[in-house]
């Protein structure tokens, strides 16, 4: 068994301020890395799925390496279109994993049961994301080398349409040559993103496509037509992907405080509380 915790969207700021004047990301992360720290079991590693900071700058990235030492499971980092992807490596410049690319921050995570591609597909002061023929190349060539492991690719931008035409309205480009690479490679159990703040998934290139909640703020579900890109401060979140028995199995987790858990009763007698000391009846 392999437990994956996917955390996305940080925009953690070095100044404190609040992002958009009014989302403390910073004391949102500190909260969720200690609502991840209290899991048990605790994943075997973390994958951060982009825009890990709000500006970019070297002092971004140390506010967050900062936030960051607290978290007990091993990290993965990738870009979003927040990053700037020189100053990420610079300041998690332990983490070699960043280095194995040179144009470009993908690599592959080997060590697990489930094989791990991150694929880097921002671009350098470009809010819209980029597959261009080097990266589809390179994930082809990862792809190729391992047919038969179950494979997990992870990206900031999703290639998929959302039916929010806010989210659509800047599409992933080079996600038709994407579409094509995947669907040849049945190893692919699932392609995971982030930059959307909000859960979605859905059926693409023979596989599972899916979007991430935030840790912070997320993307307001509006399917009118006109409706302009707002966000909504709905609880952050995360999902815990399960790979085990050759299955993956994907858990949205909310971080907060909620009350609960209660246990189940047949209405008949009183179950043993939990906390706080109440029951439902009815089954799960
Ligand atoms: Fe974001």
């Given at each position: 068994m392999t437990l994956i915790a996917q955390i996305s969207d940080l925009h953690v700021q070095s100044t404190g301020?609040?992002?958009?004047?009014?989302?403390?990301?910073?004391?949102?992360?500190?909260?969720?890395?200690?609502?991840?720290?209290?899991?048990?079991?605790?994943?075997?590693?973390?994958?951060?799925?982009?825009?890990?900071?709000?500006?970019?700058?070297?002092?971004?990235?140390?506010?967050?390496?900062?936030?960051?030492?607290?978290?007990?499971?091993p990290i993965y980092l990738m870009p979003g279109n927040h990053d700037q992807g020189a100053n990420l490596r610079q300041a998690f410049a332990?983490?070699?994993?960043?280095?194995?690319?040179?144009?470009?921050?993908?690599?592959?995570?080997?060590?697990?049961?489930?094989?791990?591609?991150?694929?880097d597909n921002t671009l350098l002061g470009e809010k819209s994301g980029k597959l261009d023929a080097q990266r589809l190349a390179w994930l082809e060539a990862?792809?190729?080398?391992?047919?038969?492991?179950?494979?997990?690719?992870f990206m900031h931008h999703p290639p998929f349409t959302t039916g929010i035409p806010w989210m659509d309205r800047r599409r992933l480009e080079g996600r038709d040559a994407l579409a094509a690479?995947?669907?040849?490679?049945?190893?692919?159990?699932?392609?995971s993103c982030g930059h959307l703040h909000r859960v979605m998934y859905c059926r693409w290139a023979g596989t599972i496509a899916s979007t991430q909640p935030s840790?912070?703020?997320?993307?307001?579900?509006?399917?009118?037509?006109?409706?302009?890109?707002?966000?909504?401060?709905e609880p952050p979140a995360y999902?815990?992907?399960?790979?085990?028995?050759?299955?993956?199995?994907?858990?949205?987790?909310f971080v907060g405080n909620f009350d609960g858990p209660y246990r189940y009763s047949d209405?008949?007698?009183?179950?043993?509380?939990?906390?706080?000391a109440k029951t439902i009846s009815g089954s799960p």
């Open positions: 301020a609040l992002a958009y004047g009014v989302v403390d990301t910073n004391s949102l992360v500190e909260a969720a890395i200690a609502h991840l720290n209290q899991l048990n079991p605790q994943p075997d590693l973390v994958v951060a799925t982009g825009d890990l900071v709000q500006q970019g700058t070297l002092a971004d990235y140390q506010q967050l390496r900062e936030l960051l030492t607290n978290l007990r499971a332990d983490h070699h994993y960043l280095a194995s690319s040179t144009d470009h921050l993908s690599y592959v995570v080997e060590d697990y049961p489930i094989r791990l591609i991150m694929l990862q792809l190729v080398r391992a047919p038969a492991t179950p494979t997990l690719v690479l995947i669907a040849q490679h049945r190893q692919v159990e699932r392609v840790l912070v703020h997320q993307g307001f579900l509006n399917l009118q037509p006109d409706a302009a890109s707002q966000f909504v401060m999902q815990l992907h399960l790979w085990g028995n050759g299955n993956l199995v994907s858990h949205t987790v209405g008949k007698k009183a179950a043993e509380p939990t906390h706080p």
